[in-house]
């Protein structure tokens, strides 16, 4: 995302969506309030961690915006 704070906010999204590859031992930064999604090619593990702030201000809910391929609730 690109944007300018001038006298009004002004923001624009990429044309094209990005695809960043991750493998074990990396760390990956998403800023709060991003639309993102995970794709692995392998069995991993992903930790994820928000700010305390958050969850204080109610903002520690998790949209799940279409189901990942080959999921299944309860699945482990």
């Not at 760390?27 to 305390?52: D, G, K, V």
């Amino acid at each position: 995302m690109k944007f300018e704070c001038l006298d009004a906010f002004q923001w624009e999204w990429a044309e094209v969506p990005k695809k960043f590859e991750w493998t074990r031992g990396d760390y990956i930064y998403i800023p709060p309030f991003t639309t993102h999604q995970h794709y692995a090619t392998a069995e991993s593990r992903l930790i994820m961690m928000s700010n305390r702030m958050v969850k204080e201000m109610g903002f520690d809910w998790f949209d799940q915006v279409e189901p990942a391929p080959g999921f299944e609730p309860g699945q482990k």
